[in-house]
C-alpha cells in the first residue's frame, strides 16, 4: 500500500480528532455537558427555497435524468446560471466554459492544485490556514511554504511574503474570510498581494497562479466587503462551496472556475478536467447540481451566525480572554493565556469545552472556536470559559 496515505488515514486531523471525541463524550456523559465548538458544521438549516426546489424536482422531473450522470465537468445549463449570476453580482468576467462542478471545496481544490503543480513546485500558504490544504498540495509532490500573517491584524505580512517568492513558486492560495481567524482580505491588500505576483512572475518570467478559496464569501460581518479576485489577478482560480453559505456541507457541491483573463485559460481549464478525470470527481451530485440555479445569491438565515458572535466574542472579553474580532466566516481566534495553545485546549476539555488549537493551522498560541452553534450552547458554555479563565488568574476587562 501506499505509505504516506496509510499514515494519512491513521492521524485524523485535529479538527476531526475532537469532533470525534465529542461525539463519544457526549455518548458518555450527555449532549448538554459537552460543548463542542469544534467543527464548522452549519447550524442554522438550509433556505425554505432550497426544500422546495428539491421537492420540486424530485415530483416533477424524470427521476432518471434527474439521477443520471451529467457532463463530467456539470450540467451546461447549471453552469451558464452560475456564470451569469457571478458577473452579475461581482462583474467578475467569468465564463460558463470555464466551471467546473465539483462536490464541494476540498474537492476543487485538490483538483485545482492537482491540475497546477509538478513535484518540486512551491505553494505559498498564508498562515493561519484550513489544515487540509497541506494535505491536498502536498499530494502533489510540491512544497508548501507557510508564510506567517500579521499576528495582529491578520493581513498578509508583505515583508515576509515578499521574501517567500523563489524561482519554484507556482501558487498563491488565500482563503478570505479565513477558517480559523475570520479575517477578510481588505482590498489594499489584495492589490499588494497581486501587485508582488505580478513582480515575481516578471522578474523570473514564470507563472504564478493565485487560488482564492471562497466557501465563507457570504459570510461578512460589519461593513467588510470580500473582492472577487478574478477583476484583480488574470491568473486567477476561485475554488467554491455551497457547503457554508446554503448550509448543505453534507451535500458535496460546488465549483472551481478559471480566469477567462488566465494565460492559456482553456488548457488550464482542460488540466482541470483532467485533474477531476485522474482524482475520480466527476459529475458531481446531479440532484444539487439542479438545486443550484434557483438558489444562486440565497443564503441560510446568518443572522443567528452574527448574534452568536457578538455574545461570544462579549462573553470571552469580559472573562480576560484577547479575542480576534473577525469580520467574517463563523470562527473566534482566541489566544491562549499560555504559549503551548495544544496544553490550554486540553485544560478546555477538562471542563467539557472543544476548542481546536491553533497549531494545525500552522500558527502557534491560539485557539479556534466555531460559533456555528445553537446560541444556547454559548449561553451555557460561559461558566465553562469562567472557569478556565480564572483558571489562568484572567481578570475581567
Ligand atoms: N476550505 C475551507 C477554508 C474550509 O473551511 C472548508 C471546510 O470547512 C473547505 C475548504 C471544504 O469545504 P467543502 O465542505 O465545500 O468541501
Known amino acids: ?101 465539483t462536490a464541494g471545496a476540498a474537492a476543487s481544490l485538490t483538483i485545482s492544485l492537482t491540475a497546477l503543480l509538478n513535484p518540486g513546485d512551491e505553494v505559498i500558504l498564508l498562515a493561519p490556514f484550513f489544515p487540509e490544504y497541506r494535505v491536498f498540495a502536498e499530494r502533489t509532490g510540491a512544497k508548501v511554504v507557510s508564510v ?34 475570520g479575517a477578510v482580505l481588505t482590498e489594499a491588500s489584495v492589490k499588494r498581494l497581486v501587485a508582488l505576483m505580478e513582480e515575481n512572475r516578471a522578474k523570473r518570467k514564470k507563472p504564478i497562479w493565485l487560488i482564492s478559496d471562497e466557501p465563507y464569501r457570504e459570510l461578512v460581518w460589519g ?69 443550484i440555479p434557483d438558489c444562486l445569491g440565497l443564503t441560510s438565515d446568518l443572522t443567528i451566525y452574527r448574534d452568536n458572535r457578538a455574545l461570544l466574542s462579549r462573553g470571552l472579553r469580559d472573562c480576560g480572554f484577547r479575542v480576534v474580532e473577525p469580520d467574517g466566516a463563523f470562527y473566534l481566534f482566541v489566544e491562549s493565556p499560555e504559549p503551548d495553545a495544544t496544553a490550554f485546549a486540553e485544560r478546555a476539555k477538562s471542563l467539557e ?24 450552547q454559548i449561553r451555557r458554555a460561559m461558566p465553562a470559559f469562567r472557569k478556565l479563565a480564572e483558571s489562568y488568574g484572567l481578570k475581567r476587562a
Open 223 to 291: 461593513d467588510a466587503t470580500v473582492p472577487y479576485l478574478t477583476r484583480y489577478y488574470a491568473d486567477t482560480l476561485v475554488c467554491y462551496s455551497f457547503s457554508k453559505s446554503l448550509s448543505l456541507p453534507g451535500e458535496r457541491i460546488g465549483y472551481v472556475l478559471v480566469s477567462p483573463r488566465a494565460d492559456h485559460a482553456a488548457d488550464v481549464y482542460a488540466a482541470i478536467c483532467g485533474a477531476g478525470r485522474a482524482l475520480g470527481y466527476v459529475c458531481a451530485p446531479s440532484l444539487f447540481q439542479y438545486l
Open 353 to 376: 469545552l472543544l476548542l481546536v488549537p491553533s497549531d494545525s493551522f500552522g500558527c502557534a498560541g491560539f485557539v479556534r472556536i466555531s460559533y456555528c452553534v445553537p446560541t444556547d
Open 148 to 181: 506567517p500573517a500579521d499576528p495582529g491584524t491578520f493581513q498578509p505580512d508583505f515583508a515576509v511574503l515578499a521574501a517567500a517568492f523563489t524561482d519554484r513558486t507556482r501558487v498563491v492560495l488565500v482563503n478570505s474570510p479565513n477558517n480559523p481567524t
Open 1 to 101: 500500500m501506499n505509505e504516506k496515505m496509510r499514515e494519512l488515514g491513521c492521524h485524523r486531523s485535529a479538527i476531526r480528532e475532537l469532533f470525534e471525541y465529542g461525539k463519544r463524550r457526549r455518548a458518555e456523559i450527555g449532549d448538554d455537558k459537552v460543548f463542542d465548538f469544534s467543527i464548522g458544521n452549519p447550524s442554522v438549516p438550509a433556505p425554505e427555497r432550497v426544500r422546495k426546489t428539491l421537492i420540486r424536482l424530485l415530483t416533477e422531473t424524470d427521476p432518471v435524468a434527474l439521477h443520471g450522470y451529467t457532463s463530467a465537468q456539470g450540467d451546461p445549463t447549471v453552469r451558464t446560471a452560475i456564470a451569469d449570476y457571478l458577473n452579475r453580482a461581482y462583474d467578475a468576467g467569468v465564463d460558463a466554459n470555464l466551471i467546473y462542478l
